[in-house]
């Protein structure tokens, strides 16, 4: 006699803490899903090699990936909805291009000083901001890359309105790809640690009660700044390889699209699952790219689909397929 039952049901009590399993059938249930995210991303540039524009597109997809994974990380895990996801690249991307054109660093060590440095920046202009909460901080954070374009431009200054032109291309096709896929994977993967550790318990904390967890003895202030270091050191390794993927930096780098598309991405894979902002991205980039044909009338088709998304599943994407996924049935004998 047989019977159904759901697959995860004694995996689900065998793993919940110290990880344990029986078959390979129930390790391919965990790894599964997890290999084909990385199998098809890494397989994306060998199977669109007779398109390059398309491979172009990847890598801008994978850029506001890790943009969404930054905006995903404070919104949901630390309390912060920050909009200044067009600072991070503009400071990483002209930090870059000064490194690499003014003080001729390879783009091997520019990349790399313009992401620290950059990150520490952005956390020093955050800093003050902190003690805000809700839309307060995120007007703030927002008007941050508009106020420093405007001083570029009214200024003069790191090129203008013209850029800093004459960066240094990444060396080779398969470099410019894999080094945003790889990075882009590693962030995803470090943070869905990150989030689960010891750390990642006392920003949730954060997020839900500041004062008991400042009653606690611990300093929130501190604790928030980690964060925001973590995410703008994501956002500014996402604007240096742009400014090599372009040889340029220039304002576009602060254009709000980078604050926009990533808060897109997120609502419409689910928020608070990191992984949903990556397939948010997945989405939102390509299709961009497929309404092109429509010409303006395009924004008309994207704000119905972010809308249609938000009204009938506003769980998103991936808290809806991880659902179903764990819902799966077999026939077991009794």
Not at 152 to 161: H, V
Request: charged share 15%.
């Amino acid at each position: 006699m047989k019977r159904k039952e759901r697959i995860d049901r004694g995996l689900k009590v065998r793993t919940e803490g110290h990880y344990a399993i029986s078959s390979l059938e129930e390790i391919g249930y965990l790894v599964g899903p997890r290999l084909l995210l990385i199998l098809g991303v890494l397989l994306l540039p060998i199977i669109l090699e007779l398109a390059p524009y398309w491979k172009r597109v990847v890598n801008i997809m994978c850029v506001y990936a890790v943009l969404a994974l930054a905006f995903d990380f404070l919104a949901n895990y630390v309390g912060l909805v920050c909009l200044g996801g067009a600072l991070f690249i503009g400071v990483g991307g002209y930090l870059a291009a000064i490194f690499n054109v003014y003080l001729s660093m390879p783009f091997w060590l520019s990349i790399p000083l313009a992401t620290i440095s950059g990150a520490f920046l952005c956390t020093l202009l955050i800093l003050p901001c902190l003690p805000l909460r809700g839309v307060y901080f995120a007007i703030v954070t927002l008007m941050y890359p508009i106020l420093i374009s405007r001083i570029i431009e009214a200024f003069n200054i790191l090129g203008g309105t013209n850029g800093i032109s004459g960066v240094d291309s990444l060396p080779g096709e398969y470099v410019e790809e894999y080094t945003i896929i790889i990075v882009m994977l590693v962030a995803l993967f470090a943070m869905r640690r990150l989030v689960n550790q010891d750390m990642g318990l006392v920003l949730r904390a954060v997020k839900d009660n500041d004062q008991s967890v400042r009653a606690s003895g611990i300093n929130v202030t501190h604790m928030k700044s980690i964060a925001v270091f973590i995410a703008s050191l994501m956002g500014c390794f996402g604007g240096a390889y742009l400014a090599h993927l372009y040889m340029w930096a220039g304002l576009s780098l602060f254009a709000l699209d980078f604050s926009i598309i990533p808060i897109a991405a997120v609502v419409m894979g689910g928020g608070g699952t990191l992984v949903g902002a990556v397939i948010g991205c997945f989405i939102l980039v390509p299709l961009s790219e497929f309404l092109r044909f429509f010409g303006t009338f395009r924004i008309v088709i994207y704000c119905a689909l972010l809308t249609g998304f938000i009204v009938f599943k506003s769980e998103g994407i991936m808290v809806y397929a991880t659902r179903k996924y764990h819902q799966f049935e077999r026939w077991v004998k009794v």
